[in-house]
Structure formats: structure tokens, C-alpha cells
């Protein structure tokens, strides 16, 4: 009987020492002692109700596992492991984001279909949950971002070290934009990084931003120098010494938000969205049909897929809300596959191109060549080609690459509009420079970045400041002149037709026909030649 009191003593001593991190984390019921001194009784398995020394007795296994949390965020700062939340370098980000709560509610807004996903994805390689955050930093969880160097997606990768860490990009499909690819993209990034600076996730985060060569270079140049070489010692971009410390702010506030006056909206700790399998192309606006959604959310769940349709090459996967998937499975599953997409048959005239077809059908050369089977560009008039086509306007894809960028274009900077026609070798810089704008506004005001590519035919809108600056327009570079009377008009020559009799039958001059057209003198008009006008609809009189 001592042998057991001492026993009894002993696990009195031990236990509640060895159990109390866990009972403080309200992980495992409290532990009761059962006896003369204890009100409290519990059942235990297998065990003596009846016995008159007290004992411990231990909780069922199964109760003692820890419920997950219900919300989300408590998720993310259980495994929060990053040093220096609270570092001076942190408190002028933090001040700011705890006075813009209006920001934080559109942040949690865009983030929450894609929070789950992320952080499941973080957890899994062991990772600080703060990395969870880093979208807000770098596209503020906007998963269509396009910044001015060329960066795209949640997160923010630009095209070369997408291609790196294998982020197919084609005219279809951008995996940049695709969230779990981009996800697994980026973690592969951070973590090849994390090697790189030897466990350090500071210079990680910071060669992430600016490059692992840029990192390398201020460590090496501060250890030269018998320099500290953390984060905070180094000599870094500007962008790069705000970057961490806005991570190191957004954590510190996710993590104690009463601390800071804000509210953080609740996000289910549960999957939102899911990914089903295709085994072909479908037209976005049919799955949205399908599924039971909206076009623009079957692109805020897909962002990646440019078009309106999913890429021809694959792969074949569709991310949706969880709870829609039975009902697009079902239903696709009744669709004959070859009812994914809808196909027109168009006979081939004089003057068509593999090209031009493309471009009018919203498709591609590849796939036209694909579909019809053909090995070359040439196609003969009297042929006929099948297309796929979109089952609805292109309108109504109004999350597309496309109507993102007219959208993004009809946006009013001014009073005076110009939309320019690309021709072979413009850039940006020059087109800029021409009309006397930034080329960071031309960027800007076009969706795109100052290093894009231009393509010749393509569409770009300047807005022209001030009424004095008309005349730097050349009206052989655009689609319509400044002026809501005015329209481009095509003309073909006929029998008989010289410059002047058509200058005066529309209305403008010789020496304007001529530079819209890039004629040359001396040369003459021959039947069938067509020429371009900018004519001012207010002045005709039957001519169109």
C-alpha cells in the first residue's frame, strides 16, 4: 500500500507538469483525481468505479486530440514562426494598415476562396503560416494583378521565373494567374530560397522580391566588411527594404487584431473550392452553366484562363466551389464531349488567312491548323474550315484577358482620346514619346507593362492632355481621330478613281490620303486597291 501511495504521489508530482502546456491550450480535457477528496467522478475505460483509493484517470485518446479551429485565421497564427514582428522597421507598416480597415475588408473579401487552399499548401512543407500572407503584400490577394514589370497573379510572378519553376504561359492560358499552380510555384521558389540563405526566411522573403542575386550580393558585400548580414543590416532596393517589414506588419496584426482596433472577417477553416478533372476544352461561359455560377466567377476561381475557353493542350481542371461540384459533374458527365465547344463552318474566301480567321474567330493559328488538319499556313478559297467558336457574345466573357483590357481602356484619363493602330516596330516608349505622355501612364492606361511587346494591328489608347496637343496627332497611326464625329472608313478604288476626285468626295485632302496610306508620288490608284480614311461623318452626304 506505501509502494502505491508513493505511486499515487509521484504521478501528482509529474503529470500535471508534463500536461498543462496542452490543458492551457484547451487541446485535452482536465485531468480528474477521483477519491474522498474529489466531488468529480469520470468513467474510465475498463477501470473500477468502486475503488476506494483515489486515481488518476486518463482521458479517452479520442477526446484528447485537438478540435480544429473554426476560423481560419486562428490557423494561420498557430503557426506563425517568423522572427521580428515587432522590429522598429515594422511599426510604420503596421500604423497603416490598422488605419485602413477598409483595405483589410476588400483583402479578406478577394482572399477568401483562395486563404484554404494556400495555407493547407504553406502547412504542408512546414512552413511559417506568415508566407500564407505574402499575397497581400504582392497583389493584395487580386488574383487578375499585372504590375509595371511585367508581374502577374497572387503572386506576382513575372514570365521568366514563372517558366523556371514551369508556369506554362500561352495565349489560352497563364499560370501565373492560376492559383494552385502559382501556390506550388512560389513555395517551390521560397524554398529553394530558404536553402539558399541557410535557413535565414528574411533574406529569403527579400531575394524573392528582388532576386536572389541582389541578396547575395549586399550579404557578401556586408561580410566583406565584417558587417552584420540580417535583413535589416543589409543594403537593399528600396522596394526590397519595404517588402518584409510589410509582411512582418500584416502578421503582427492578423495575429493580435483587438491589439490594433481591427476586425478581421471570419473565414471557415474548411476547403472552398475544388478541382474537377475535364478531359477536353469547354467554353467557360458552358461551365459556368453548368456548375451553377456566374462567368466572372468561374474567372475569379480560374483566373489563368485568358480567353473563353480553357486551353485546347490542356490541363484539363476547372477549380469550383466545393459545394457545386456534384451538380457540374452530373451534368458534364450527360454533355457529349464534343458539345464542350461550339464549331462553325466557315467557307474560305479570296484574301483569307489562317491569320485573319484567327484573329476574327478569337483563336488561335495552332488550333485552326489542329482542328483541320493542315501542316502549313495555306488555305485556298472554296475550302472549307471547321472553327471552334464562343457560345455567347465576347462581352460576356468579361473577365477575359480582352475585355479585362477594354475595360481597363475605357477608363477616362482626359477629355481627348486617341486610339493608335500598332505598326511593325512600335514600342510603347515610342508611341509615349510621339504624343508626349509617360510611358508608365501609356502602360497604365492600356493594361499593360512598359516592357510589353506590341503586336502590329493592336489597339492602344492615348488620352491627349490638352486641345494644344491635337496636332501631335498623326492620323495615319490610329483607329479614329480625337472627336466623336469622326470614323475610319475603308475604300476600294475604282475605275476611273484618282486622290482628288476621292479627297473631295469624302471631304478631307490629298496630302492626308496620302500619309494615312503612306502613298508615294508618281505612283497611280489601281482598281481594287483599298485605302483607308478618317472622315468626319458630319460632312458626308451618302458617301458611307
Known sequence: MAAMAEIRSTMRRILPLVLLPIMLAGCIPQLTL??????????????????AHGQWQ????????????HNLWERVRAGMTLPDHHHPGVQADLDWYARHQGYLDRVVERATPYLYLVVQAVEERNMP???????????AYQPFAYSHGRAAGLWQFIPGTGRRFDLKQNWWYDGRRDVAASTRAALDYLEYLHDEFHGDWLLALAAYNSGEGTVQ???????????????????????????VPKLLAIADLVQSPKKYDVTLTPIPNQPYLAE???????????AAELAGVSIEDIYRYNPAFNRWATDPNGRHRLLLPIDKVDQFEARLAELPPGERIHWKRHMVKPGDSLLTLAKRYHTTVDM????????????????????????????????????RRLTTQNQAHGSNKVVYEVRPGDTLWDIARQYKVGVQELAKWN??????????????VIWIRAATELSLVNPAHFTYPIGKTHQRLGYTVRNGDSLARIAERFRVTVHNLKRWNKLHDGRYLQPGQRLTLYVDVTKQSGNI
Open 129 to 139: 503560416t506568415e508566407i500564407a500572407l505574402l499575397p497581400v503584400v504582392e497583389s
Open 447 to 460: 493594361g499593360m507593362a512598359p516592357r510589353d511587346p506590341l503586336s502590329p494591328g493592336k489597339h492602344i
Open 368 to 403: 485552326l491548323r489542329r482542328v483541320n488538319g493542315l501542316h502549313g499556313n495555306i488555305i485556298r478559297a472554296g475550302h472549307t474550315l471547321t472553327i471552334p467558336v464562343a457560345t455567347r457574345k465576347f462581352s460576356s466573357y468579361r473577365l477575359s484577358a480582352e475585355q
Open 58 to 69: 486518463l482521458p479517452d485518446l479520442a477526446a484528447a486530440i485537438c478540435e480544429p479551429p
Open 34 to 51: 477521483r477519491g474522498s477528496n474529489s466531488d468529480s467522478t469520470i468513467v474510465t475505460a475498463g477501470g473500477d468505479s468502486d475503488n
Open 217 to 243: 550580393r549586399a550579404v557578401a558585400y556586408n561580410r566583406r566588411r565584417g558587417k552584420p548580414i540580417d535583413f535589416w543590416s543589409l543594403d537593399l532596393p528600396k522596394e526590397t527594404r519595404g517588402y
Open 276 to 286: 474537377v478533372k475535364l478531359s477536353s476544352q469547354i467554353d467557360l461561359a458552358l
